[in-house]
Structures are given as structure tokens and as C-alpha cells.
């Protein structure tokens, strides 16, 4: 199975799960967000459970579940810990990280930059400008955001939910 193949399955998460050798080889990074605790209070798993969560949340859609596998990988890479962990950066380093990645796996740059950019901007708040100005690539970034959050810890997601509740009626006008 390629990428493409796996990130398409319908059981998307156990393929990668029945994967993960093959994909370690091709994305080396991965290893190193398999067990990362995230230590937040709005995060209950560690970085590579919160991503597969998100990616069995997302449609099936290529370019979706590629920006949520690569959403966070430079969490281990960009963190400070505190009281609690915080990830200042950490989508601008997972944006960097993909796009070192995604050239190494081949795709053409006008891709690649589109991908790294929807990954740099997915913890980004989405206006009615945005919405505007680049629909198609807003509503993407959304249903990534969607998937992304309902991913965090379930006592959190109040707040993100009345978030996303609002955008998504923005985006069906």
C-alpha cells in the first residue's frame, strides 16, 4: 500500500495501524510524536492517539486526512513546558516539517504549499474575509479544524464546538 492507498481506507485508522512500519519508514518523524505526552489539560492523549482520533473523524479526502497525519508533528519539536506543556509555533514547525516531508515523498511544490499551508494555519480563527476571499481552501481548513478539535479532550470542547457550530453556518450561506 502507498500513502494515498492508506490515508483513503475506510478504516483509515487501522490501516495506518497495520501500516506504521511502512509509514515510519516513509515519515521517520512520526516516531517521535508516537507517545509524546502533551500535557495539557485540553489534550487526554498524546500527540500520535490525538491525530489518529482526528483522522477518524475526517472525510474521505486526501488532502484532509495528509494535513491532519502531518497537522502535528512538529509538537515534539516545538514545545515549552510549564505549569502545564504549551506548543507555541507548533503548526508554523509542522508546516516547515511537512513540506521537508512532502518534497522528499515527491509531490510538486504548488501542492506542497497549498498542504503546508492549510496545516500552518489549522489552529488559525477563520473569518467571514477569509470565507470570502478563498471559500474552497477555508471550507477545507474547516472540516481540518473540525476534526482536529473534536479530537481534543471531550471536558474541553465547549467553547471550540460553539466555534465551529458558527463557522459551519457561515460556510452553508
Same mark, same amino acid.
Not at 497495520?18 to 507517545?35: A, R, S, T
Given at each position: 500500500?502507498n500513502? !494515498?492507498?492508506?490515508?483513503l $481506507?475506510e478504516?483509515?485508522?487501522?490501516?495506518i495501524?497495520?501500516?506504521i512500519?511502512?509509514?515510519q519508514?516513509?515519515i #521517520?518523524?512520526? /516516531?517521535?510524536?508516537?507517545?509524546?505526552?502533551? =500535557? *495539557? #489539560?485540553h489534550? *487526554?492523549? %498524546?500527540?500520535?492517539e490525538?491525530?489518529l482520533?482526528?483522522?477518524?473523524?475526517?472525510?474521505?479526502d486526501?488532502?484532509i486526512? +495528509?494535513? +491532519?497525519?502531518l497537522?502535528?508533528?512538529?509538537? #515534539?519539536?516545538?514545545?515549552? %513546558?510549564?505549569?502545564?506543556?504549551?506548543?507555541k509555533?507548533?503548526a508554523?514547525?509542522s508546516?516547515?516539517? $511537512?513540506k521537508?516531508?512532502? !518534497?522528499?515523498?515527491?509531490? %510538486?511544490?504548488k &501542492?506542497v $504549499?497549498?498542504?503546508? $499551508?492549510?496545516i500552518?494555519?489549522h %489552529?488559525?480563527?477563520?473569518?467571514?474575509?477569509?470565507?470570502? =476571499? =478563498?471559500?474552497?481552501? &477555508?471550507? /477545507?481548513?474547516?472540516?481540518?479544524? /473540525?476534526?482536529?478539535?473534536?479530537?481534543?479532550? #471531550?471536558?474541553k470542547?465547549e467553547?471550540? /464546538?460553539e466555534?465551529?457550530?458558527?463557522? !459551519?453556518?457561515?460556510?452553508?450561506?
Amino acid at each position: 500500500m502507498n500513502l !494515498q492507498e492508506i490515508l483513503l $481506507s475506510e478504516n483509515v485508522v487501522d490501516i495506518i495501524n497495520d501500516n506504521i512500519y511502512y509509514l515510519q519508514q516513509i515519515i #521517520p518523524e512520526i /516516531k517521535y510524536c508516537i507517545g509524546f505526552d502533551q =500535557n *495539557h #489539560p485540553h489534550h *487526554h492523549l %498524546d500527540v500520535w492517539e490525538h491525530t489518529l482520533l482526528a483522522l477518524s473523524m475526517s472525510e474521505k479526502d486526501f488532502d484532509i486526512r +495528509l494535513c +491532519l497525519l502531518l497537522h502535528d508533528i512538529g509538537k #515534539p519539536f516545538s514545545y515549552q %513546558d510549564e505549569e502545564v506543556r504549551h506548543f507555541k509555533n507548533h503548526a508554523k514547525v509542522s508546516a516547515e516539517m $511537512s513540506k521537508e516531508i512532502l !518534497q522528499r515523498l515527491g509531490y %510538486d511544490e504548488k &501542492y506542497v $504549499s497549498y498542504i503546508c $499551508s492549510l496545516i500552518e494555519k489549522h %489552529d488559525t480563527m477563520i473569518d467571514d474575509n477569509n470565507i470570502k =476571499n =478563498n471559500y474552497e481552501f &477555508y471550507l /477545507k481548513l474547516f472540516k481540518i479544524q /473540525k476534526c482536529d478539535a473534536l479530537a481534543h479532550h #471531550p471536558d474541553k470542547l465547549e467553547k471550540r /464546538k460553539e466555534y465551529l457550530d458558527q463557522l !459551519q453556518k457561515k460556510l452553508i450561506k
